[in-house]
């Protein structure tokens, strides 16, 4: 099955830095790649996605960089402000099928 | 906004008891998947249903565990026996299946086996 890996399991930057966050997956066959911001004791609420026939997506301070060809994806946040600390999660998926997770990434954002 | 609901949000329970926990997708959502979480942890994939129909519980240990759907529309996963191993969070979550893959999640139901 996939096996997705998910790093760094902690992240800490300063307000206004940058936060960039990698996942590799295994499975050539995923084309669907989700990222979840959970805040402590709250669902997952996903923030941005891409399909494996895109390259980059972009939505305000957020964007994601998907490298089929060495099978991996990052999450990249710009102008990090503290609402921002929350745990990410990214996961890898056959159009809607067998979503697989990261382990999380823990983003403290510093004031 | 429409959200997917699950009840209950809190479960404390006796290991080798029984527990169920219900899920109700958004309105027209044919896709559902039951996740457990355990804490510190990346969600996990216990079964996904399309409509009543179960797509994928290779995942789902079947010994204990349970999940159905009988009219295409809510669920029920249920754990019988309970063991200390299960106490996690179990998430549900729902998609428009066809018209993109985005999923949406519900609360959650924290589990405590005692």
Redesign the interface.
């Known amino acids: 099955g996939e096996n997705v890996e998910q790093h760094p399991s902690t992240l800490s930057v300063q307000e206004g830095d940058s936060a960039v966050i990698k996942c590799t997956y295994s499975d050539s066959a995923s084309n669907y790649f989700p990222w979840y911001k959970q805040e402590l004791g709250k669902r997952p609420q996903l923030i941005i996605d891409i399909r494996s026939n895109v390259g980059e997506k972009k939505d305000q301070r957020i964007a994601v960089t998907l490298n089929k060809t060495a099978k991996h994806f990052s999450l990249h946040i710009t102008e990090t402000q503290p609402e921002d600390s929350a745990v990410y999660f990214c996961a890898a998926s056959i159009t809607g099928n067998q979503f697989y997770f990261g382990t999380g990434t823990s983003l403290t954002v510093i004031p | 906004e429409a959200e997917v609901a699950q009840s209950p949000r809190y479960k404390i329970t006796e290991k080798s008891q029984a527990v169920a926990f219900w899920c109700d997708p958004i309105s027209g959502h044919a ?1 559902l ?1 039951w996740y457990r979480q355990i804490l ?6 216990l079964v ?1 249903f399309q409509d009543e129909s179960v ?2 519980d ?1 995942q789902l240990p079947k010994d204990r565990f349970s999940a159905e759907r009988l009219k295409g529309v809510d669920s029920t996963l249920k754990i019988q026996p309970a063991e200390l191993g299960d106490s996690a969070m179990y ?1 549900c979550a729902s ?1 428009l ?1 066809g018209q ?9 139901t924290r589990l405590t086996v005692t």
């Open positions: 896709t998947y510190g942890q990346g969600p996990e994939l996904q797509v994928d290779s998430l998609s299946f993109g893959y985005e999923q949406y999640f519900g609360p959650g």
